[in-house]
T-cell receptor, first 115, second 116 residues
Framework: ETGVTQTPRHLVMGMTNKKSLKCEQH?????MYWYKQSAKKPLELMFV???????ENNSVPSRFSPECPNSSHLFLHLHTLQPEDSALYLC??????????????FGPGTRLTVL | AQKITQTQPGMFVQEKEAVTLDCTYD???????LFWYKQPSSGEMIFLIY??????QNATEGRYSLNFQKARKSANLVISASQLGDSAMYFC?????????????FGAGTRLFVKA
């Protein structure tokens, strides 16, 4: 059983398209995260939600728009992306944000290619 | 300054042998957690092992153990009896307490190749 699922697994889109990435966690966690992983770069934290409230927005361009309708679901809406946005987008969840022992569990990722 | 340093971009190990992946960290916080993740070519980041800054014993999870040397600020991952399926990227990560805003910071990773 996979605790964190992501759809789609692969996405190819043009620069003028609008698409959405979906993440769902079945672990009963209260915090959810979006990360971007580009080739030869460390994992970049994009957004953090705790109990459906956004608590972190790491200077991410407005062409990325997150949405967290409840503690189990997280979306990343994409529009007018650039080729440099091509990357692996990873969703993660954790039990409780405000503790250093909090372990994040990741989904399988969406590999995005922007043409 | 980098907070998590993994100095080995790539490592080779013979199947059934043990291997140590290095990780050093930098923090002024007294409360922090250290994590190791495995990322196979499929992309998913798999949680392997956790060590808290106040834990006196080294963490172990099956074939994985964490060699925690607090004074040296190192948290090396030891994989015993390597298997072909251990070939993957391995990331060391740290989550600081209040001073770090409870963010998890990841290292650049080490790619492990297990040879048959």
């Amino acid at each position: 059983e996979t605790g964190v699922t992501q759809t789609p697994r692969h996405l190819v889109m043009g620069m003028t398209n609008k698409k959405s990435l979906k993440c769902e966690q079945h672990l009963g966690h209260n915090a959810m995260y979006w990360y971007k992983q580009s080739a030869k770069k460390p994992l970049e934290l994009m957004f953090v939600y705790s109990l459906e409230e956004r608590v972190e927005n790491n200077s991410v361009p407005s062409r990325f728009s997150p949405e967290c309708p409840n503690s189990s679901h997280l979306f990343l809406h994409l529009h007018t992306l650039q080729p440099e946005d091509s990357a692996l987008y990873l969703c993660a969840s954790s039990l409780r944000l405000e503790t250093y022992t909090d372990t994040q569990y990741f989904g399988p990722g969406t590999r995005l290619t922007v043409l | 300054a980098q907070k998590i340093t993994q100095t080995q971009p790539g490592m080779f190990v013979q199947e059934k042998e043990a291997v140590t992946l290095d990780c050093t960290y930098d923090t002024s916080d007294q409360s922090y957690g250290l994590f190791w993740y495995k990322q196979p070519s499929s992309g998913e980041m798999i949680f392997l092992i956790y060590q808290g800054s106040y834990d006196e014993q080294n963490a172990t999870e099956g074939r994985y153990s964490l060699n925690f040397q607090k004074a040296r600020k190192s948290a090396n991952l030891v994989i015993s009896a390597s298997q072909l399926g251990d070939s993957a990227m391995y990331f060391c990560a740290m989550r600081e307490g209040h001073t770090g805003g409870f963010k998890t910071i990841f290292g650049a990773g080490t790619r492990l190749f297990v040879k048959a």
